[in-house]
């Protein structure tokens, strides 16, 4: 017997997760093989992250990749996961400059990816450009903690809310975010007590990734997770596959059957009638 088709994963669908008690996963992926995968698998929600820069495109931070290339990664998920709750991830000075462009450009994710929402980082000084997206009626979900767009003014990858202070305005931020009406914020590299002390100052879902057990869904990145990204592997990971040995191991394979005629054999080859071969020889 085979399994029902999933309902389309709204907001509301979100929300009636956490009311029953219920973890969301989410998962970043950027193109359409994956997207079939976490379909199948169930994953709620699908960020097509500006990470796709650093895992996807070798570059050395998420500030580099462009609104266009996000888009068309967005497209190519929208195709592999039609019901996962779908969020296009705005990339550096694709916001900052004007709450305007920020809102244009929330759009074009909308319109042109059909994404379900976007996420954009930031907290209290971006408070005003969340509102115009909001009100222009695209979903936003806010992220706030280690926000990577702006780690060389946090000093580097590195956890923040370690301190009363820091962790204060973590506070105000997430507060700040719910009133400008996001329906959720993603908590980055937060000590899990201070994820709690947030969770109790708001009433939108709180996501996290690397911020404890407590908030109402967990987000990771798909290369993380099974072992694909080579470089590092952040403390909150936990990978679950380590498909690097499996992909080198193939391609190995590969080569050396090439070198040594091995591959390919009969089994891969097409046939051509012999009539037709003659007549092919007899045309020169």
């Known amino acids: 017997m085979t399994e029902a088709p999933r309902q389309k994963v709204s907001i509301p669908h979100l929300y009636e997760m956490r009311e029953k008690g219920e973890i969301i996963s989410w998962l970043t992926c950027y193109d359409f093989p994956m997207a079939q995968f976490e379909e199948h698998a169930g994953i709620e929600m699908i960020l097509v992250g500006d990470s796709a820069s650093m895992v996807v495109y070798g570059e050395s931070s998420t500030l580099p990749i462009k609104m266009d290339t996000l888009i068309e990664h967005c497209k190519a998920v929208r195709r592999g996961a039609p019901t996962a709750f779908i969020i296009g991830d705005m990339p550096f000075l694709s916001y900052q400059v004007s709450p305007q462009e920020a809102v244009y450009n929330a759009g074009r994710f909308m319109k042109e990816a ?8 930031g907290g209290v000084r971006i408070a005003e450009t969340v509102k115009a ?16 767009q702006s780690s060389s003014m946090l000093g580097g990858f590195k956890v923040q809310g370690k301190d009363a202070e820091s962790a204060r305005l973590l506070v105000e931020d997430a507060k700040a975010l719910e009133k400008a009406g996001v329906f959720g914020v993603l908590l980055e590299c937060v000590p899990t007590k201070v994820s709690m002390h947030i969770k109790k100052n708001v009433s939108c879902l709180l996501f996290g990734i690397g911020a404890g057990a407590g908030c109402d869904g967990q987000l990771l990145i798909i290369h993380d997770i099974i072992g694909l990204y080579q470089c590092f592997t952040p403390k909150f990971v936990k990978q679950y596959a380590n498909i690097a040995p499996i992909i080198l191991d193939a391609l190995k394979s590969y080569k050396k059957e090439v070198r040594e005629k091995a591959f390919p054999t009969k089994e891969h080859e097409f046939t051509i009638k012999a009539e037709e071969l003659k007549k092919l020889e007899e045309l020169g």
């Open 114 to 121: 059909g994404c379900d929402a976007i996420k954009l980082e």
């Open 133 to 148: 997206i909001v009100n222009a009626g695209i979903p936003v979900v806010g992220h706030i903690g280690l926000t990577p």
